[in-house]
């Protein structure tokens, strides 16, 4: 992570302050809060070493400068160089979440009495691995952000030949159900793969697609993200991609050591 990382801003030579607190430990204070969900005015500096306040800084600077996603990209391209992804055959789905009164991308959930919230879509390969996600208002329609998710895919290297950036096949659930976006699916040379409505249940698409629920368990264990807390979008979007990037160097870990 520590090539994608700005340069620290230089010292004052007059009156420089206090020294800054390093990279490493700041991001110990934002995987402390990512991970048990306290507020950032009760990060345990004397736990983790810097306050809540510069761990927050920290993130927020982290974020505008783009380092989630380029992290979550970097790691994606390692999985598929080791041959542990599977992009043949993809699912996507989505999953409210109760949000703050105000901030960008709140709004009144159809599904829980118009309680303000938002909404987190994901696309995930075969195995599971997360490919991409994002954030909406809980007002969204689901499959008005099928093309922006499919979009927000990054080109993932690793092999010889060109980048994979697109599935073959795309499952969905019947939230997803409307022909305008099959056909768009099919002008991308994606297979829509999406249970119809009005059908009764036993479709067999659930053998693929259990292993989006499965990544949303994941990224619910990461405490922070079961309840939208920051205002700024842009914060927990980030905070969304780097528990991919861990889920995504979890999974990395985890076929070295059965390698080894």
Not at 117 to 131: E, M, Q, Y
Request: hydrophobic share 40%.
């Amino acid at each position: 992570m520590a090539p994608l990382l700005p340069p620290a801003p230089e010292r004052r030579r007059r009156h420089p302050g206090r020294l800054r607190v390093p990279d490493r430990i700041a991001l110990a204070g934002v995987l402390y809060v990512l991970r048990t969900g306290v507020a950032w005015r009760d990060v345990p500096a004397e736990t983790v070493g810097c306050s809540g306040v510069t761990a927050w800084r920290r993130l927020r600077d982290w974020t505008e400068a783009g380092v989630w996603p380029r992290l979550h990209a970097d790691l994606l391209t390692e999985l598929r160089r080791a041959d542990l992804l599977d992009l043949d055959d993809c699912a996507v789905d989505r999953l409210a979440r109760p949000g703050p009164q105000r901030g960008d991308h709140v709004g009144p959930s159809p599904v829980d009495r118009a309680r303000l919230g938002s909404k987190h879509h994901l696309i995930v390969d075969r195995h599971g691995t997360p490919l991409a996600v994002t954030l909406t208002g809980g007002n969204r329609h689901d499959v008005t952000q099928l093309l922006p998710l499919l979009d927000a895919v990054p080109s993932i290297r690793g092999l010889r030949g060109r980048p994979r950036h697109k599935p073959r096949r795309l499952y969905a659930d019947r939230g997803y159900d409307f022909d305008k976006y099959r056909r768009l699916l099919w002008k991308r040379g994606i297979k829509p793969v999406i249970a119809r409505r009005g059908v009764a249940h036993g479709s067999g698409l659930g053998k693929v697609r259990w292993v989006v629920e499965r990544t949303f368990a994941w990224l619910h264990q990461f405490k922070r993200l079961r309840t939208r807390y920051e205002r700024r979008a842009d914060l927990h979007q980030g905070m969304l991609e780097l528990a991919c990037g861990i889920i995504c160097l979890r999974r990395l870990l985890k076929a070295v050591d059965v390698q080894q």
